[in-house]
């Protein structure tokens, strides 16, 4: 399998810190709470002279400039940070329209506030615990900034509420998405603590019936000005296979429109074979549900570790890598693009590639995965840089920070002498679950690397080798983010 982006863009994830107005029961301790310090302007000035350095770099070795740099402000609660209008402010008259500026936010707050933020780019989270209230203003939020999209958080005991908001959000034209609770797959641990959930049978069928149903609207675009628009998209220069879409052609199902273009629901759950498809989802349920019942695995703790690769003691945290026993047949229920992105998706039932928004795998183990390529995320809080927020895989295969913006200078210089020498190594993949990242360029083994989409062409492109699980190094913004906590839980006892 292959997957190509066709947004040519870089996107920045800056997470502002974890203070936020919400407390969501599935929201763990290191992304909220209600005391996390409010950045300071400089540091925010400081992390934005690195950051533009950083793009620049990436950028040097492209055929083509990225077409958008987008940043994308979260937290915790972005709004809640009494300096942000500030600093975007400064972003736009230092920067110009070279930085696009979005914020994620879980949509609680004035009228007055939504008149400043309605001029960004946004996501809306719908938060379904919150009070009825604040529930209240947060879709008046919606309904009158229109233009952000809206991640209905699919809290499996408001599933009915959510459902309903869906309708509502789409007879609206307001663009949403289901969203599962959840980015850990079916860690054990996760959904025991309510961070992940687990649907039954008929909730799972809605997610089903939603996807498939949007898929069936996308085969009722005119593909070939869907071709057109995404060669527009990539504004391609590099090879001429960037992005290719054919018509797809599914032999399993196909529901069949109306004359204004409708598809029932009754049709797509015909066409779906729905016994089928539930039988198999009820199959799976029960599979999940046994390795539940199981014990958990002590997958230790944090240690002091001293390995043959590095010189140094190096601490070594309880990995997020699942057991080898399962590690390609790992089961993958498939997920969209969080971002609703187009991609491209090459297999070899469809090796042309196919515009997708969809795909039926989670599971990257060993791809050449080029997601640095494409995002960053900065943790202003604890300072650490990250290639992307869930996946955190570095260029040397870890699941570690790149650097910390404390010795950013450190990460540019590495990055220029990648340029210098004129190749860059390739993260292998070395997880069995990619959480998010997904519709960046990928792609398995029977592929060559150099069949990538984004119009590299001064410089080689070398995969790493994907290392041992025992080998590679897991530093987590949750450990970093508890050290934090740690620490000054020490210091105050300390300090009484
Ligand atoms: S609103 Fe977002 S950051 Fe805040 S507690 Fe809920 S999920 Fe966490
Ligand atoms: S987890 Fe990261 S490295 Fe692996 S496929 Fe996803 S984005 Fe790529």
Redesign the pocket.
Known sequence: MKIEDTMNGFDVIWDLGRRCTYECTYCPPHRNNKTSPLVGFKDLKESMDFLDRYVSIYEEKRGKPYKKRKLSFTGGEPTIHTGFLKFAKYIRETYGDRYTIGITTNGLFTRRQAEKYKDFAGTISYHAEATPEEKKLVIENIKFIRHWQVNVMFHKDYFDECVELCKDLEKEGIKYIPRRIGDDGNDQSSIRKGYTHLYDVDQEQYFVNHWRKKDVESKQKDIDQEYVNTLKKSEDTGPEKDAIVIKPNHKSWSPTANEKGEVSQQDVEESLGKKEDRDEIINAKKVEIEEIKKPIPDLGTKKTEKTEDKKDDVTVYPSLMKDKKDLKERKSNGRMCCGGRDFCLSTTEEPEGKLATYVDNTN?YE?S?L?NHYFLYINQETRDIYH?Q????NLDNDVAPIGNLDNSGAIIERLEGYNREKKWPV?S???T??????C?D?MDKSYDIKEHNFGITNIELIPNIVKPMEKTRTITVRNRMESIDDRLYIENINAR
């Open positions: 990257f791809y995965c997601v992307h869930t996946c955190m895989v993260i993949c070395p997880k679950f990619c959480g998010c990242g997904m960046v990928k």
